[in-house]
C-alpha cells in the first residue's frame, strides 16, 4: 500500500474506537472491520475508517437492507500482521457475515488464508500486493492495483516531449518497488524514454541527499518519486533546492505533505485512483458527502474505505431482496454476482480483473497539483 505520511497517537484513535459499533438492533448484520488504526499504517486506516463510517451511514439511513441494519465494529489491525492475523480468527468464530480491510499488504496476507479456510468473505483495501486475491474464491480487494493506471503518467509525459526520466523508490516494499523496478522502465521503453537513473532505498530511509545528487547529476527531464509522504517532503524540496527544474511526478501524495512542500510542488504529477477534483456522479457524492461530515477533504484511503462498504452493501442488498437470510455463504454468491457487474463509487466505475474477478480495476485519473489544489489533466477511460 502507499505507507505513512505520519504515524498519529494512538490516543487519538480512542474516540474513533468508541464509535466502531453503528447503531444495534434485532435486525443487525455484524461485519467485522480489521482496519489499523496504530503503527505505522495507522494514519491511512484512520482515513480508511472514515470511509466506511460514513458508507455505513448511508446504507442505513436508507431502504436497501430493508429492516437491517448494517452494523461495523472495527478491530485496531496495528499494523502487525501477526495480530491481524488473530484477529481474522477471531472474526471468523464471531456472529461477522464478513471482514472488511486489512490495509496493509503483508497484515492482508496473514490474514486471507484465515478467512479463506473459514470461509468467511474477506474485502481487503489498500493491501497493493501479489498473492491477497490470489488465495481463494472469498477473497476481494477493493484497491485497483498500481500498475493498472500509473501508466498515464508516461502517455503525458511522452505527450510533454519528455526523453529522459531518473526514478528512486523504495525498495524493500513490493508494491512500491515493483513501479520503480519494472513497470515504470516498461511504461518509459513503450512511450519513447530512456530511464537515466535508477536509484532504491529502504523504506526506513532518511537521508536522501546522495540520492538527490545522482538523480540530478544525471540531468533527466523528469524525476518519478514512488516513495512514501514521510520522504516526499525532502525529497521534493530537495531537488529543487539542488537546481532541478523539470517535471516530478509521483504515486501518491497527501494534502499535508502538500502543505509542507509548497511552491516545490508546483506542477506536480499524480496517477491516482480517487481525486476530490473527480467529477463522476458518484465521486461527487462520496466527495460532497464527506466534506459535511469531517469538513475536509476526502483522501485515497477514505475512498477505498468507503468502497469496501459500498460493494458489501451492495451484495447483501441482494441477498435480502432474494429473501434469503444474509449469512456467508449467500453473501459470498451475491458477492460474485456484484463483482461481474461493477459498481459506481468514490472512484468512479469500478469493475474486477478479467482473471480472477475479486481485484477491483478502475479508470484512474491524471492530476497535476497547482499552488497545492488537484487539477484532473485527463481520465484512464481517455486513454
Known amino acids: 500500500?502507499?505507507?505513512?505520511?505520519?504515524?498519529?497517537?494512538?490516543?487519538?484513535?480512542?474516540g474513533m474506537l468508541s464509535a466502531s459499533a453503528l447503531s444495534a438492533s434485532a435486525e443487525d448484520i455484524d461485519v467485522a472491520a480489521l482496519v489499523e488504526q496504530t503503527g505505522v499504517v495507522g494514519y491511512a486506516g484512520q482515513s480508511?475508517?472514515?470511509?466506511?463510517?460514513?458508507?455505513?451511514?448511508?446504507?442505513?439511513?436508507?431502504?436497501?437492507?430493508?429492516?437491517?441494519k448494517l452494523k461495523i465494529?472495527?478491530?485496531?489491525?496495528?499494523?502487525?500482521?501477526?495480530?491481524?492475523?488473530a484477529l481474522a480468527?477471531?472474526?471468523?468464530?464471531?456472529?461477522?457475515?464478513?471482514?472488511l480491510g486489512p490495509a496493509l499488504s503483508s497484515s492482508a496476507l496473514a490474514s486471507a488464508p484465515i478467512a479463506q479456510r473459514e470461509k468467511i468473505p474477506m474485502i481487503a483495501v489498500q493491501s497493493n500486493t501479489e498473492g491477497v486475491v490470489e488465495t481463494g474464491e472469498y477473497i476481494y480487494r477493493l484497491t485497483a492495483p498500481f500498475y493498472t493506471y500509473n501508466d498515464l503518467t508516461f502517455k503525458h509525459l511522452a505527450d510533454?516531449?519528455?526523453?529522459?526520466?531518473?526514478?528512486?523508490?523504495?525498495?524493500?516494499?513490493?508494491s512500491?518497488?515493483?513501479?520503480?523496478?519494472?513497470?515504470?522502465?516498461?511504461?518509459?521503453?513503450?512511450?519513447?524514454?530512456?530511464?537515466?537513473?535508477?536509484?532504491?532505498?529502504?523504506?526506513?530511509?532518511?537521508?536522501?541527499?546522495?540520492?538527490?545528487?545522482?538523480?540530478?547529476?544525471?540531468?533527466?527531464?523528469?524525476?518519478?518519486?514512488?516513495?512514501?509522504?514521510?520522504?516526499?517532503?525532502?525529497?521534493?524540496?530537495g531537488l529543487r533546492?539542488?537546481?532541478?527544474?523539470?517535471?516530478?511526478?509521483?504515486?501518491?501524495?497527501?494534502?499535508s505533505t502538500l502543505e509542507a512542500v509548497g511552491d516545490a510542488a508546483d506542477g506536480l504529477l499524480m496517477s491516482i485512483d480517487y481525486s476530490p477534483a473527480m467529477s463522476d456522479p458518484s465521486s461527487k457524492e462520496f466527495t460532497d458527502s464527506f466534506r459535511k461530515k469531517f469538513d475536509d477533504d476526502p483522501t485515497i484511503y477514505a475512498a477505498n474505505g468507503y468502497d469496501a462498504v459500498l460493494f458489501l452493501s451492495a451484495a447483501l442488498e441482494k441477498v435480502i431482496k432474494a429473501g434469503n437470510k444474509p449469512d456467508r455463504e449467500n453473501l459470498l454468491a451475491a458477492i460474485s454476482e456484484?463483482?461481474?457487474?461493477?459498481?459506481?463509487?468514490?472512484?468512479?466505475?469500478?469493475?474486477?480483473?478479467?482473471?480472477?474477478?475479486?481485484?477491483?480495476?478502475?479508470?484512474?485519473?491524471?492530476?497535476?497539483?497547482?499552488k497545492g489544489k488537484p487539477n484532473i489533466l485527463f481520465s484512464g477511460k481517455d486513454r
Open 160 to 174: 510533454e516531449g519528455v526523453k529522459k526520466v531518473a526514478l528512486s523508490f523504495i525498495s524493500n516494499i513490493p
Open 73 to 85: 465494529e472495527i478491530k485496531d489491525a496495528a499494523s502487525n500482521p501477526a495480530t491481524t492475523a
Open 48 to 68: 480508511v475508517w472514515k470511509g466506511m463510517q460514513l458508507a455505513a451511514e448511508k446504507v442505513n439511513e436508507s431502504s436497501r437492507l430493508g429492516d437491517y
Open 241 to 255: 533546492r539542488a537546481g532541478f527544474e523539470g517535471k516530478l511526478f509521483v504515486y501518491n501524495i497527501n494534502p
Open 338 to 370: 456484484v463483482a461481474q457487474t461493477g459498481f459506481a463509487g468514490a472512484s468512479g466505475d469500478t469493475t474486477f480483473d478479467d482473471k480472477y474477478h475479486r481485484d477491483a480495476r478502475v479508470n484512474g485519473v491524471l492530476v497535476r497539483f497547482d
Open 89 to 99: 480468527t477471531q472474526a471468523a468464530k464471531s456472529d461477522a457475515v464478513a471482514i
Open 176 to 237: 512500491v518497488a515493483g513501479l520503480g523496478k519494472d513497470f515504470a522502465p516498461k511504461w518509459a521503453k513503450e512511450y519513447g524514454m530512456e530511464i537515466v537513473a535508477s536509484e532504491g532505498t529502504p523504506f526506513n530511509t532518511t537521508d536522501f541527499s546522495t540520492t538527490i545528487e545522482k538523480l540530478v547529476a544525471a540531468k533527466p527531464d523528469a524525476i518519478g518519486l514512488y516513495h512514501i509522504d514521510t520522504q516526499l517532503t525532502g525529497l521534493i524540496t
Open 1 to 14: 500500500m502507499s505507507i505513512p505520511r505520519k504515524i498519529l497517537l494512538a490516543g487519538m484513535v480512542a
